[in-house]
């Protein structure tokens, strides 16, 4: 670990920031309210329509977002894709707010667009402001992640009170002002994205880095999706028992509430020493084996003295989770092509889809064998850990 000299985060990642705050908080307070929206006297859906659209929404995102990249990098650029994405988001929630199933539908489809062009691209942006500081890429993708989980949680949990209180059409109009003000941060800035130090073909052991890197993430989101399945098994357990002290709602709150004083030293670690990117990931793996085989040993019916083992792995798991999400940005972000990083960033949620499918295609097996799931998790943490250790060895010089 070495000493970060001479290297700040700009005022410019602060003005990127604040604009995805807000954009998330619109985005996640849409979602927050979207079913009781449908479902209720202002549309009367049935609830099994409304739930299938709603997963429609939430399932579009990943193609909306390749294909927002795609014309971000080599049609309008990255800058007016994200202002484009954002004006399209508030047109979708001005028009969702008509009450009716015409502006319902278009207004879905105008926000899953806009969302397309919006995420990627402002990914891409934030990433490019430290291409002459590569050493803050860590800290600035993990400081960007932190702040996009405040504007979820003020969306989720600010909206629906709002809802409740004044009427559904107020708050997509709130929303949409939201989308909107969410751009002016970004217009105030000029278009000074700067270039990278040495440009640049992408060489072979470039090349190498950025393919370890998509595995490193196909391989994490698929596993850690596979130890959720434990996760949610065991808060089940305790959100329903009496014996545990702890209140019922607190049991779903735990992972991101052990993430948030991680994120922060983080942060501050990373902002002033670096380490390499590689070493973070292979930790995360590491981590991430011990988190998994905390929960398989567990027993299947968990008792009162268990608890202390369940939120140590839910520590470990949310330092895992810091060591690979973040930096799988960052190293795309410095070994990457600046012109097609939108793109990439974007294929990066493809794993997400497919390992998703697939858990759906064996839901019914793994929900009735959590261990079994938490099992196949360990095996493949405990293999891409020691495949880490030896990449890192023969590539002393990563």
Same mark, same amino acid.
């Given at each position: 670990? %070495? ?10 990642? @602060? /003005? /990127? ?28 859906? %049935? ?57 319902? @539908? ?132 305790? %959100? ?31 902002? @002033? ?26 027993? %299947? ?47 990066? /949620? ?49």
């Amino acid at each position: 670990m %070495e000493k970060i000299i001479n290297q700040n985060h700009s005022k410019e990642t @602060y /003005y /990127y920031i604040l604009s995805n705050i807000l954009e998330k908080a619109s985005y996640y307070g849409l979602r927050s309210i979207m079913v009781l929206y449908m479902i209720s006297e202002m549309l009367n859906m %049935e609830r099994e329509d409304a739930f299938n659209l709603y997963g429609y929404l939430t399932s579009s995102y990943i193609i909306s977002q390749i294909l927002g990249a795609v014309l971000g990098d080599f049609l309008i650029g990255n800058k007016k894709a994200i202002i484009a994405g954002a004006l399209m988001q508030s047109i979708g929630l001005f028009s969702i707010c008509s009450a009716s199933l015409y502006g319902l @539908y278009i207004g879905m489809f105008l926000v899953i667009i806009g969302n397309g062009l919006f995420i990627p691209n402002m990914l891409s942006n934030f990433g490019k402001l430290y291409l002459k500081k590569t050493k803050l890429l860590d800290a600035g993708f993990t400081l960007f992640n932190f702040t996009s989980s405040i504007g979820i949680v003020l969306g989720t949990v600010v909206i629906a009170p709002i809802a409740d209180t004044f009427g559904y059409k107020i708050v997509f109009i709130i929303l949409g002002i939201i989308t909107i003000l969410s751009i002016v941060p970004l217009l105030i800035l000029e278009e000074q994205i700067p270039a990278p130090e040495k440009q640049q073909k992408v060489e072979k052991s470039k090349k190498l880095k950025i393919i370890t890197t998509f595995v490193s993430a196909f391989l994490f989101l698929g596993l850690y999706q596979l130890g959720h399945i434990r996760i949610n098994d065991l808060q089940y357990v305790f %959100e329903n028992s009496s014996i545990f002290l702890i209140p019922a709602s607190w049991w779903s709150s735990l992972l991101p509430a052990l993430s948030v004083p991680i994120s922060l030293f983080a942060i501050i670690l990373w902002s @002033y020493f670096y380490s390499c990117q590689f070493s973070k990931l292979m930790l995360g793996f590491i981590f991430g084996t011990l988190s998994f085989g905390i929960l398989y040993l567990m027993p %299947e019916v968990p008792t009162e003295q268990t608890i202390p083992l369940f939120l140590l792995s839910l520590l470990l798991l949310a330092i895992a989770d810091i060591h690979v999400k973040p930096v799988v940005y960052s190293i795309l972000t410095q070994y990457a092509n600046p012109k097609y990083l939108a793109t990439l960033m974007s294929l990066a /949620y493809i794993p997400t889809l497919l390992l998703t499918a697939l858990v759906s295609f064996n839901q019914e097996y793994l929900f009735a064998n959590p261990t079994v799931s938490v099992l196949i998790g360990l095996i493949g943490m405990t293999i891409f850990s020691f495949s880490f250790m030896i990449f890192q060895k023969v590539n002393k010089s990563v």
